[in-house]
């Protein structure tokens, strides 16, 4: 069985970076022709694609995004992370991680001072 979790700090500082990792368990996030994709929902508003890594590690971004943001994997630990730097209250949202039919249950990260 599949299955994706997030897991991250509930409540950031602007001009912080957050860190989220979403743990993959019943699949390696090596598997050839796997996409693990990062979402979010900010409050109120509609879930936005914000990037994703391949299964061999090519990454891509959406190019709309305000705060400087990288995506990664650890192949040992089975795990994708995002890396929103420099976040504002913008960041503030569900984030989501998705591969295929799969979501994560999301966690909220509100980002306040």
């Known amino acids: 069985q599949v299955q994706l979790q997030e897991s991250g700090p509930s409540l950031v500082k602007p001009s912080q970076t957050l860190s989220l990792a979403c743990t993959v368990s019943g699949v390696s996030i090596t598997t050839n022709g796997a996409y693990w994709n990062w979402f979010r929902q900010p409050p109120g508003k509609g879930l936005e694609w914000m990037a994703s890594?391949?299964?061999?590690?090519?990454?891509d971004y959406r190019p709309s995004l305000k705060s400087p943001t990288s995506i990664s994997r650890d192949t040992a630990k089975n795990q994708v992370s995002l890396h929103p730097s420099s976040v504002t209250t913008e960041e503030t949202a569900v984030y989501y991680c998705?591969?295929?039919?799969?979501w994560g249950q999301g966690t909220q990260v509100t980002v306040s001072s």
């Open positions: 998705y591969q295929w039919i799969y």
């Open positions: 890594i391949s299964w061999d590690g090519r990454t």
